[in-house]
């Protein structure tokens, strides 16, 4: 048995058929994913994420210290609730975590990181605390939900009764709100607009209830996962790891090169390899007859050598498979991936696939 979210009672009440991720108990559908993802992409969906683990970082040298441990540069938040996605490098240049890490306050900040790599990424983060005037603190008391879609914001306005509507409807995109130990964000992992709230759990009961009375349709991890997908946004595990560099994860843009002398962790590694290596490209792949791409599958590009899938799987949205993959380095469109021994063709595009309920490739 695995960990329990204080919304499992929940769950299992709603039929839903629970699978271990990470060691948490979570739905992966409530009947049907498919249903699940088109409410999403239409609609609204609700998540629970409480298996995510959330972590403040507070003391007269919290900046600092997430200048140093980040790849992406705190410094560019300069207003109390912006928010930034990063990852967090070892030494090597591999990827031990991507995050989102907020402004609360000044000296102050949030960090929502993955709940598969909380103990790494715990020990990493202390470890690396020491010699700054910092306290970590990771919030386990709290639940969280992520609320999606394209009819998500005012639904979860109409529903969020402890926050004034229009300030939650004027929220901008990476962007946060702290009233009264209730913080929610215009973030998500779906492609689609929506808010992730962050609570005790009384509030995010009482929150599930009204929207689920509301026709917000609960959804699961498969869902989650076919949506994250088609929004080409990147799953720690599946997608890159500690021995990935971000620069061969699509990634790059997360990591800020300026100022030159802000030595963050892992900066030599990155910084050597983006300037001596042929990196590998991160693409997305169409397959361009009947099949299903898979993870791992092996990619073919004729005179370069091998890539392989990363992520893969059948789009609900564009209705045909699509996946992730890592590829040579060159400027060619087209190549084959290997499934049960045959060759099929996929066209290589830019991701992501979808984004908004709207379909980027053609």
Not at 5 to 14: F, G, I, N, Q, S
Not at 32 to 50: C, I, K, M, P
Not at 98 to 121: C, G, K, M, P, Q
Request: overall charge negative.
């Amino acid at each position: 048995m695995g960990s329990k979210t204080p919304l499992y009672k929940k769950h299992l009440d709603a039929g839903a058929k629970i699978v271990d991720f990470g060691g948490w108990d979570m739905p992966l559908h409530y009947g049907s994913q498919l249903d699940e993802h088109h409410a999403v992409r239409q609609g609204a969906g609700l998540f629970d994420v409480s298996h995510m683990t959330v972590v403040d970082i507070v003391g007269a040298s919290s900046r600092d210290f997430l200048r140093r441990l980040l790849a992406n540069d705190v410094a560019r938040l300069k207003q109390t609730g912006k928010a930034l996605y990063t990852c967090m490098l070892n030494d090597a240049g591999g990827v031990i975590d991507d995050l989102i890490v907020y402004l609360l306050a000044e000296n102050r900040y949030r960090l929502i990181v993955n709940a598969a790599t909380r103990v790494n990424d715990l020990a990493w983060i202390v470890r690396h605390a020491a010699g700054f005037q910092v306290t970590v603190e990771e919030r386990g008391e709290l639940a969280m939900l992520a609320v999606q879609g394209p009819d998500a914001r005012r639904l979860t306005a109409e529903n969020l009764l402890d926050i004034d509507r229009n300030s939650l409807l004027a929220l901008k995109p990476f962007s946060a709100i702290e009233q009264d130990n209730l913080f929610v964000a215009r973030t998500g992992y779906t492609g689609e607009d929506g808010f992730e709230i962050v609570a005790a759990p009384p509030a995010i009961l009482a929150l599930w209830d009204r929207l689920v009375e509301a026709d917000v349709t609960p959804c699961g991890l498969g869902a989650r996962d076919t949506l994250r997908l088609e929004a080409g946004m990147n799953l720690y595990g599946t997608d890159m790891d500690a021995a990935t560099s971000p620069l061969e994860a699509g990634l790059a843009w997360t990591v800020a090169w300026e100022p030159a002398d802000r030595n963050f962790i892992g900066r030599a590694a990155v910084q050597t390899a983006r300037d001596t290596q042929e990196l590998q490209r991160f693409v997305g792949l169409l397959l361009e007859s009947k099949g299903v791409l898979r993870n791992h599958q092996r990619v073919v590009v004729e005179g370069l050598a091998d890539g392989e899938i990363t992520s893969g799987g059948f789009s609900p949205t564009m209705q045909r498979s699509i996946a992730m993959a890592r590829v040579p380095a060159g400027n060619f469109t087209h190549a084959q991936v290997e499934v049960r021994k045959r060759l099929l063709d996929v066209r290589i595009v830019k991701l992501p696939f979808v984004r908004n309920g709207s379909v980027l490739v053609e």
